[in-house]
């Protein structure tokens, strides 16, 4: 048996407590009105009451009541030792292994080691054992079920690669109490390899695993960890000389515990170098860049924002295509007999409206209900019908 808070055994010292008490007794003394002492011997008066304990059982009752608080505060638990709870199981195993494969598991070397722990678990699966392999990240991806052949697992984890999205434990522990309550062999494990990312957990959600079932954590992560990230790019479009132009701001984030200093961002459109500024972060914050406006003169233009190198060069760059904004086009259409140009149209006003926009820009056309023809309505995005005469 272990203790979580040991210190808490510190309190022992609050079972003498009770012992003062049995050991102090107040007597009750009555004042009794004398004359002169002045002729009488001094006496010291020293009471043996005070020096024994007349209720043994109550004193017992007491120490062990406040021996069993300071346990619990102190938090008991029992280990079992891995080695004697297998010696003492025999029979096939039902294992399942979580391997995760979300982005963050592209740190370093933390995937190469992450396949190397579960090529170990496969390894060790001897006789009538059955494994189970299952890919995780947001959801769960059970790619090899229940089976006695070792290269059949070997294969997929050599195929197994890092994916692009969070981490979500939830989905993956629920897959494994499925899997493991149709299993009918008399050991069964879970095997969950991460680097345990704390926001793995969307809420707490309890997922207990059968009965006898154990869960073996294995972490490849590293303390001490830095990562710089692109975490958005937003855009602001505008106009100028005729051409249409994009501001591209970028979002940059520092999760590390050291500042960073001067970082690059560049910012590059169909391979071009567009700008590169510095940039300072506090750490675990986050900062902005903005970029001069880009000219985007033609369809599906693609750009990059790239800020600094590290472990995880996957969110080191953020890509996104441009395209100039297509023209909104309308039709309006008004009553019979009424001019469709010139100052006196009932739809002059709302025309010159939309036709001020810039972004995105709007296209109008005015016609009478007489001279609408189907084709009229090819193409358009908005038909505006007026009842003015």
Do not use: C
């Not at 500042?259 to 510095?278: E, F, H, K, Y």
């Amino acid at each position: 048996m272990s203790f979580l808070a040991p210190l808490f055994f510190v309190g022992l010292a609050a079972i003498a407590i009770p012992i003062l008490v049995h050991l102090i007794q107040r007597e009750r003394k009555d004042v009794v009105a004398f004359p002169s002492l002045m002729f009488i011997q001094r006496i010291p008066y020293q009471s043996v009451e005070r020096r024994k304990i007349h209720n043994w059982p109550l004193l017992l009752m007491r120490i062990g009541a406040m021996a069993l608080l300071i346990a619990a505060f102190a938090r008991p638990f029992f280990t079992i030792d891995p080695v004697a709870a297998a010696a003492a199981s025999t029979g096939a195993r039902e294992v399942v292994i979580l391997l995760d494969r979300s982005a963050s598991m592209g740190y370093g070397d933390h995937w190469e080691r992450a396949k190397a722990e579960a090529l170990q678990i496969v390894n060790g699966l001897s006789g009538n054992d059955q494994g189970t392999l299952v890919l995780f990240a947001t959801g769960a991806e059970e790619t090899v079920r229940a089976t006695t052949d070792r290269s059949q697992l070997e294969a997929a984890l050599a195929n197994a690669e890092v994916s692009a999205y969070a981490t979500r434990f939830a989905p993956a522990l629920r897959l494994a109490q499925s899997l493991l309550l149709r299993s009918t062999l008399p050991r069964r494990e879970v095997v969950l390899i991460s680097d345990f990312q704390r926001t793995g957990w969307e809420r707490r959600e309890e997922i207990p695993l059968p009965d006898g079932a154990t869960l073996t954590p294995i972490s490849v992560a590293e303390p001490g960890t830095t990562d710089l990230s692109v975490t958005s790019a937003a855009f602001q479009r505008g106009s100028f000389s005729g051409e249409e132009r994009i501001s591209v701001v970028a979002g940059v984030t520092n999760r590390s515990a050291a500042p960073m200093t001067n970082v690059a961002v560049t910012l590059d459109v169909d391979g071009r170098t567009i700008d590169s500024r510095p940039v300072s972060i506090e750490p675990n914050a986050s900062a902005s860049v903005t970029f001069p406006p880009v000219t985007v003169a033609e369809a599906n233009m693609r750009g990059t924002i790239s800020a600094g190198t590290d472990a995880l060069a996957a969110n080191n760059q953020f890509h996104f295509v441009l395209s100039p904004s297509r023209p909104i086009s309308v039709l309006i259409v008004q009553g019979e007999g009424t001019p469709t140009s010139g100052a006196a149209s009932p739809s002059l006003f709302i025309a010159t409206a939309l036709e001020t926009s810039v972004a995105p820009p709007f296209v109008t056309d005015v016609v009478t209900a007489a001279r609408v023809t189907p084709q009229a309505f090819e193409g358009r995005s908005v038909v505006v019908v007026t009842n003015e005469t």
